[in-house]
């Protein structure tokens, strides 16, 4: 897993967050500020630019610009929150990147979230996608998974835990003041997350 695997996951994760946008920005109009769309369409094409201007030379340096510029760019919750996970993950990373390694990483960088955010699974938020991702690439090195299926793996597990926050009476941000009206909608933040693991299975393939 190098440097170029790296950007191309979030060049990639940029252009599903745009494809998308205005389909994360009604699920956020149901349940929250109706801006997540743009705000992460924004922000990821921020990270693009910030990443085509440095030319990282590893996958720290990737992940580091990444958390920085999200932070910076973006609006309301989901700007520190993926940051965050980027800055965090960086930090957690050691060369060269093995899928163990990243899996390591990566959980590191779900724990962030939910500190940050002071989300459990269940509480119909990102970490409902994100956390069930991070099990299944443990489990995946566990098993001795090549890094595609590996990857693949996460992706399907965040989709899955994205589609299971539906019936979710959500109990964090703001969707939580909606009480029983925020059940049978998707979460908006779960949703982008399932985007950024599919983005990273499918550069990897």
């Known amino acids: 897993m190098d440097t170029d695997l790296f950007v191309a996951w979030l060049e990639e994760t940029a252009r599903l967050v745009h494809r998308d946008r205005d389909r994360l920005t009604e699920l956020d109009a149901a349940i929250g500020d109706a801006d997540h769309g743009t705000n992460l369409d924004r922000g990821f094409s921020e990270v693009r630019k910030a990443l085509a201007e440095g030319m990282p030379e590893s996958p720290v340096q990737v992940l580091a610009t990444a958390g920085a510029t999200l932070i910076?760019?973006?609006?309301?919750?989901?700007?520190?929150?993926?940051?965050?996970?980027?800055?965090?993950?960086?930090?957690?990373?050691?060369?060269?990147?093995?899928?163990?390694g990243f899996s390591a990483a990566f959980d590191g960088g779900v724990v962030a979230v939910e500190r940050l955010g002071k989300a459990a699974l269940g509480d119909k938020t990102m970490v409902d996608?994100?956390?069930?991702?991070?099990?299944?690439?443990?489990?995946?090195?566990?098993?001795?998974?090549?890094?595609?299926?590996?990857?693949?793996?996460?992706?399907?597990?965040?989709?899955?835990?994205?589609?299971?926050?539906?019936?979710?009476?959500?109990?964090?941000?703001?969707?939580?003041?909606?009480?029983?009206?925020?059940?049978?909608?998707?979460?908006?933040?779960?949703?982008?997350?399932?985007?950024?693991?599919?983005?990273?299975?499918?550069?990897?393939?």
Do not use: C, W
Request: glycine letters at 12%; charged letters at 20%.
């Open 129 to 205: 996608a994100l956390a069930p991702a991070s099990r299944a690439l443990a489990l995946a090195v566990r098993d001795g998974v090549g890094v595609r299926q590996a990857l693949e793996q996460a992706a399907n597990a965040a989709a899955e835990g994205s589609k299971a926050t539906i019936p979710m009476r959500a109990r964090k941000g703001r969707a939580s003041y909606l009480g029983e009206r925020s059940i049978g909608h998707e979460d908006p933040g779960a949703a982008s997350s399932a985007l950024l693991m599919a983005a990273l299975a499918s550069v990897a393939a």
């Open 72 to 100: 910076r760019r973006v609006g309301g919750a989901s700007g520190p929150l993926y940051g965050s996970l980027f800055r965090q993950m960086g930090k957690g990373l050691e060369s060269p990147v093995t899928l163990a």
